[in-house]
């Protein structure tokens, strides 16, 4: 007997990118929009960068991918239990944390390591019930640039997982967040093609 998932519960989760440059604002943003959005988060802090008074998770002593892999899952897991304390995962250097899931192999099998342990995060991420928010830096962006080089496929899974995305910028000490434009398709616009 097949049994049906309901997505009531699931589309009311925010899923949330936050991209830009070092010092361009990011957590601070993340934090005001936790605010914003009566949220409680606790943030899982890869770069040692976070400015904010969001209680923060460390990595210490993970010195290997798996280690790395093991650590967050748990960190995961512990949240979501304590749900009542917290309802927001934010992890704080993205772009850090894939190159930590990189494995020890050797040529390209080290980066199929990085997109298994990927894959290991993100499922937990799906199935903790949690508000997730991802930082990271500039290149989150997905750009199909004219060679038709594709950026890692880890950053393509971020990017389908969210559904609101935000650009931090400062400009001569004029920090500016830009909600990012969703494509959108008019009648007569779809030719078969994407």
């Known amino acids: 007997m097949l049994e049906f998932k309901k997505r009531n519960a ?10 830009g440059y070092d010092g361009s604002g990011k957590s601070t943003f993340a934090e005001k929009y936790c605010r914003q959005n009566g949220l409680n988060p606790v943030c899982i802090d890869v770069d040692d960068t976070n400015f904010t008074t969001v209680p923060l998770i460390t990595l210490e002593d993970c010195n290997n991918s798996i280690r790395v892999t093991k650590k967050v899952v748990e960190i995961i897991c512990e949240v979501a239990a304590k749900n009542n304390d917290y309802d927001t995962i934010i992890i704080d250097g993205i772009s850090s944390l894939f190159e930590l899931l990189v494995g020890q192999g050797k040529g390209l099998s080290k980066y199929s390591e990085r997109a298994s342990n990927g894959a290991k995060i993100f499922r937990k991420l799906q199935q903790s019930g949690l508000n997730i928010i991802f930082i990271g830096q500039a290149d989150m962006k997905v750009i199909i640039n004219e060679d038709n080089a594709k950026p890692n496929k880890l950053i393509m899974k971020v990017n389908s997982m969210v559904n609101e995305k935000y650009l931090c910028t400062c400009i001569d000490g004029k920090y500016d967040v830009e909600t990012e434009k969703c494509r959108t398709i008019k009648e007569g616009d779809v030719d078969g093609s994407l």
């Open 10 to 19: 699931e589309n009311t989760l925010k899923k949330v990118l936050i991209y």
